[in-house]
Structures are given as C-alpha cells and as structure tokens.
C-alpha cells in the first residue's frame, strides 16, 4: 500500500505559523487537521472568516448556487483578471450566461472522438522526443515535458496547429512565475486582509500574463485573418454572437480561448505528472497497465474505441484525480449573510469548497491517503459516497473538458508506459504545493529507457 507525498496535518496555529514561515505560496500548508474531519466550520484564523465545506450534500449547494449567493472568490477573480479577464472561468451572473451561450458550440466542438487525432499526433512528437532522451540518458523535466505535451495537443484541437517548441517553454515558465507569485496565494493577504481588498499584482506577474496573452494572440491572429478558414474549436468563438448580434472583442477572444487554453493544457499537465511520477514509483502498477494494454490492444495501435476498454488504465487517472486534484480549492465568497445548512455565514466570507480536502476525508474514504486505484472498480461502488468525489466541479460550471482529458490520460498512459520505463531521481523531493493548481514544490526531475528501442 503506497501512501503518495503530502504535507503532514497539524493542528491550526502550528499550520499557521509552518505556511507563514515556509512564504512559498503553499495553502495546504494553511490546512490543520481537523480539516479532515470535520463537515462544515472554520478553517483557521483570518480577518474576513474562512469557512471550510466538507459534507458533499452542503458542496453541492454552495456550486450549484441556485440564489446567486456564492460568486466566484474575489480574489481569484483578481488574480486571473491579468491572464483571462473576465471570461467564463470567473464571470458571474448575466455576464456568465451570455458568455456560456456564446461559447457553448465551441464547447460542443471538444467532442473526443473529434479531437483523438490531435492527441495522437502530439503523443507521437512525445514518443519521439523520448526515445530521443532514451539514446542520451539525460535526466529531464517531467513537469516541463507534460507541459508541453498537454499544450501541443490543445492547441492543435482548438487552433488546427501546434505549439512551437519555444513557444511552449515560455508558457510554461511564464505560468509557473504567475501561479508562485500572483497574489492569490499571498499566505498573509489570505489571513489579514478584509473582502474585496483589491490587490495589486506585481509587474512581473503582469509580465508574464503579458507573455501567455501575446502566444495566444499569435495564435488567434492566424483566425482572424482576410480569407481565414477553419473548422476548430478557435473559429466557433470567433464566430459566435449574443442575442444582440455582438461578437467577442479581440481581447475578449483571448480571454475565451485562454480558459480553454490554461484549463486544457495546465489542468492536464498538473495532472498528468502526478500520474507518471505515482506509476513510476510502482513499478507493479506499470506491469498491469501494460498487461491491460497488451490485452487489448497487442502491438497494434491505441484507438479511440481501445481507450474505452481499459478501465485499469482509466482509473489511475481517476485515483490520481482524487489524491492531486488540479483545481485544489474552489473558493467563492458570500454576498451576502446567509447560512449553508445550519451554520451561519457572514457576508465577505471566503468559502471554501477543497476537492483536495475532500478527495482525504476520513468520513468518505477508506484508506485516504493511500493510492488505490481498485476503489473505482464497479464491485466496491458501495464504498463511494456520492458527491465527494468532484475533480471536475459539478452544476453548471462543470469541466466541459472532462471526457477530453479523460481519454487524453488514458491514450498518454496506455502509449508511452507500454514503450517506456521512468525513473524519479529524487523521489523523497517531490511533494505538493497548491497555489492555482496542484503542482510539485520543485519540478520532478526524471530519466527514460525505451523498452524497443529502434
């Protein structure tokens, strides 16, 4: 039974003082360990009040928001205001419903059976820039490599083209600089500042969002073009228009395509490197991927129709998702004073709905913190309690990605660990960090070995 990295649980004030000391960023330094345990209350000490919602019934109220009640977080809507603006990811309200109805036939566009042969085209580079690392042996960047990856594969599903190798790389150090230093994850902001404070962001951070935005805008520039023709995922938002005939603005548009850009390229890449590096620490889990692969589909390629027959495979990615969730927090903020369930809640509070706290509960898992992937076999459903488990939200915010990287995970793992054996340098390193997603402290340093080499 492997129990994967995570920060040991203390009690409140030591959590406290242990993620002011650490200034990294960290906030699951900032859980104690009731946290655990308990369905609804405090978490912590702050000047605003943050509330902590466990009980998936409670959950459900507080994203499904039929009142209105629980907007998205101030200060995440701050935070990403520099990188998305105000599109679909943080908007409320009428601006939210106008903006989902223009993008939803975009969002029909992800269909995976549409989409498979971008994954495989970019698992394919990927095979080839590993064998490559193969003949060298030189350690290399898991994270970075999954990046890149998960990049490539939307950008050829939402703009009809690759990411230039470059071009990755800077996203992915631009992102990395955003998610450490923007101020969302201001560990004394989050304790000592009232609701809707309006912060700042550093220039950097603002640098670095100007950099993503200028990569994106290359992109979009190719669509919008005299004479431009295509039938992607980018051209169905180019084209869209609300009930008054108004399309997006330029700007608008990178700000639609960027949630698409970020939530199918960072979401997955977080993901995904949870993924190999947790299969590469167990080498008995990798002899029954590849024995499931091996069943299924031989030496012959991974379809689409193979992805959906192999459940081993595909509920590693759902353990995976359950113990490093991408979206570690989902915070919204009361509007006004109201109460969920039974307990009281002030208006400015911060609520705190943690898919990463939720995935550990004591209450809803046995065994939390070990990684099991049987727990999602058809016979121990029983063991599931319903409602908490949500790694891709759930009401009408719900990862409209969800099958896409789903079947992505599955076609990355069944291909490249059938062919390829990794090696964590540094395993006792790794630990997780969550700022905007569920990321390693440092990046997951690795070595390859084609098993067929050519």
């Not at 509330?51 to 409670?58: A, G, K, Q, S, T």
């Not at 809507?77 to 223009?102: C, E, H, K, Y």
């Not at 099958?403 to 062919?419: G, N, P, Q, S």
Request: charged share 20%; hydrophobic share 45%; net charge positive.
């Amino acid at each position: 039974m492997y129990c994967p990295p995570r920060p040991t649980p203390r009690p409140a004030l030591v959590a406290l003082i242990r993620a002011a000391l650490e200034g990294e960023g960290n906030l699951l330094g900032l859980l104690p360990n009731y946290a655990y345990q308990m369905d609804i209350g405090p978490l912590g000490y702050s000047r605003r009040s943050t509330v902590i919602v466990n009980r998936p019934d409670l959950v459900r109220h507080v994203l499904l928001d039929p009142e209105d009640v629980f907007p998205k977080s101030d200060l995440m809507v701050n935070a990403l205001a520099p990188l998305i603006g105000d599109s679909i990811f943080v908007s409320s309200g009428t601006t939210w419903r106008r903006q989902r109805a223009m993008v939803d036939p975009a969002l029909s566009m992800m269909r995976v059976n549409r989409a498979f042969p971008a994954m495989e085209a970019g698992c394919a580079d990927c095979e080839a820039m590993l064998a490559d690392r193969a003949k060298n042996g030189a350690p290399f960047s898991l994270d970075l490599m999954m990046s890149h990856l998960t990049a490539d594969i939307i950008c050829r599903t939402v703009f009809s083209s690759g990411l230039a190798t470059r071009a990755a790389h800077d996203v992915f150090d631009a992102f990395t600089l955003f998610e450490r230093s923007v101020a969302q994850v201001e560990i004394r902001r989050l304790i000592m500042d009232k609701a809707w404070t309006r912060v700042p962001q550093k220039q950097h951070v603002l640098d670095a969002c100007t950099r993503i935005r200028g990569h994106l805008g290359d992109l979009l520039d190719g669509h919008l073009a005299a004479g431009a023709r295509f039938d992607d995922i980018a051209s169905a938002v180019v084209e869209a228009r609300d009930g008054a005939g108004r399309a997006f603005t330029r700007e608008e548009l990178i700000d639609q395509l960027g949630v698409l850009f970020l939530a199918g390229h960072e979401t997955s890449a977080s993901a995904l490197t949870w993924v190999f590096f947790l299969l590469a620490m167990q080498p008995h889990m990798v002899s029954r991927v590849r024995a499931e692969v091996d069943s299924v589909v031989g030496e012959g390629p991974v379809s689409f129709e193979a992805t959906k027959h192999l459940p081993f495979v595909r509920n590693v990615f759902r353990e995976t998702l359950r113990l490093y969730p991408p979206i570690t927090f989902l915070p919204r903020v009361a509007s006004e004073a109201t109460r969920i369930g039974q307990y009281p809640v002030r208006k400015g509070a911060l609520i705190m709905v943690a898919p990463w706290v939720l995935h550990r509960h004591e209450k809803y898992w046995r065994n939390p913190g070990v990684f099991d992937p049987d727990r999602f076999l058809p016979e121990r459903e029983a063991e599931l309690t319903p409602g908490s488990y949500i790694p891709f939200g759930i009401g009408p915010r719900i990862c409209a990605g969800a099958a896409f990287a789903t079947v992505e995970a599955v076609l990355l793992i069944a291909r490249l660990f059938r062919r390829f054996d990794f090696t964590v340098l540094s395993p006792a390193d790794v630990q997780p960090a969550a700022r905007l997603t569920t990321r390693p402290v440092r990046q997951v340093m690795v070595r390859v070995v084609d098993r067929y080499p050519a």
